[in-house]
Structures are given as C-alpha cells and as structure tokens.
C-alpha cells in the first residue's frame, strides 16, 4: 500500500448512534469536504470486495472520490454526484455496517490514472473481511499508525458488562479482548471508528467526547486533511 499523509477513521453519523448518551461525532466533518468539493465521483462498486467475492457486505458500495482530479476517473467506473447524492451514498454506508477510512492515497492516483494526487481525497467504505482494516493487524506499526482514531474520543465498557464477546467478533484491529472475565478494550489498538457501540446487543459500550471540545476538534480535524488535500 502507498500512503501519503494520514488516513482517519470519521465516526458514524450522530444519527447512527442518537440513542447512545454522551455523544458527539463529526460526521459534519466529512459533510464539509463533500460540501466543498469541486467535483464528487462514486464507484460503481467496492474492488476489494468485488475482487474477494465478499458474502458478508454489499458490494455495490464503492469508494467516494473528491476533488478536481476526480474529473480525470474512466466514467465506466462510477458516476458524478451530487452533495445531497454523495450524503445520502455516506448514509447507505452506514447502514450497511461499512466504516469510512478517509485520506490521500498515492496509489488511488495511480490506478486510477489522474492527478494531481494533492487534488483527490478518497473516501474508502471498508468492511473488515476484504478491505484494509484485516491488514492493521498485520502490516508495520508505520503503516498501521497511519489509520487512527479522532483526538478526543474515548471507547469503553460499562461495569455491567456481560462479557459475551460478540464485540470481538465485531472489531477490525482485534482491540477488544475478555480477560479474567471483563470485556478489555486497548485504547492503542483502538481507532474509535464505534462499531462495536452500534454492534453491542446489550448496549455495553459507550462512545464519549467532549463536548466543550467538540467544534475545536472538529476544525482540527478539517486542517489537518486540508494540509494534504485541497478538494475545491
């Protein structure tokens, strides 16, 4: 794989998870970037599914492509959107149980044959059987600490937690355990993407972030990909 910059884990929606308390999440964040965008490009389907002949997710769910160097994808491949097209394709994502793993990737610009790769953010929907979320447990820790979690978010399990393990089956970068009989979570394996908080059936683990922090972090969050990517 061939990364430049970071890539970042964006939480769910604040509507994905409105009946957990405490929580706060920038799915605002990426509505800016597509808000912004000169130009947005979804794909047809999901390669790394399509190519892994996926049985567990939908198939149908491609990555989503910003910016102007989008404009040079082979349209056999996708099709334009627009904003409210591209919200709603993020919408499905969730819905679908996908993860959005954001950034700049060298070798998006490559196979895809367009540049400059300063002018394309990818927005990956990654399932944890064929995406690259089963190599963060694997690759190099300088590749896999490119995919992180939000400053500021904080996943845990409640004291009365049953320990049923179905969390674990359930996190992509093996960072939930049971030890002596509790539900362990390790905050450095943790990318905070809160899947195992929508997955839990007994509603066990929380998802926090502080509020008075919220739209400071958010505008972090927003330099921080702008620095790598101008999507205008």
């Known amino acids: 794989m061939l990364f430049e910059g970071d890539y970042l884990t964006f939480l769910p929606s604040e509507q994905a998870l409105a009946k957990k308390d405490k929580v706060a999440l920038p799915g605002v964040v990426l509505d800016h970037f597509i808000e912004k965008a000169s130009f947005r490009f979804v794909m047809n389907a ?3 599914r399509d190519a892994s002949h996926c049985r567990n997710y939908t198939r149908d769910i491609g990555c989503l492509f910003i910016g102007e ?3 040079g994808i082979n349209p056999a491949l ?3 959107v627009s904003i409210e097209e591209a919200k ?28 400059p790769s300063e002018r394309l953010l990818t927005v990956c929907h990654c ?11 694997v690759v190099s820790n300088s590749i896999a600490d490119m995919v992180h979690k939000m400053e500021g978010v904080d996943v845990s399990v409640k004291e009365d937690c049953r320990s049923c393990g179905e969390c674990i089956e359930y996190c992509f970068v093996e960072a939930i355990s049971i030890n002596n009989g509790k ?24 998802l926090h972030f502080n509020p008075s922090d919220y739209f400071q972090r ?3 969050l ?11």
């Open 46 to 48: 999901c390669i790394c």
């Open 69 to 71: 160097a989008a404009r």
């Open 78 to 80: 996708g099709r334009e």
């Open 88 to 115: 709603e394709f993020q919408r499905r994502s969730e819905k679908a149980g996908l993860i959005n793993l954001v950034g700049k990737n060298r070798l998006d610009k490559i196979w895809l044959g367009v540049e």
């Open 127 to 137: 399932c944890e059987c064929c995406c690259l979320w089963k190599l963060l447990t």
């Open 183 to 206: 539900t362990v979570i390790d905050p450095e394996m943790c990318r905070g993407c809160g899947r195992c908080v929508l997955k839990c059936p007994h509603e066990m683990i929380e």
């Open 218 to 220: 958010c505008l972090d």
């Open 222 to 232: 927003i330099s921080r990909v702008e620095e790598k990517v101008d999507v205008t």
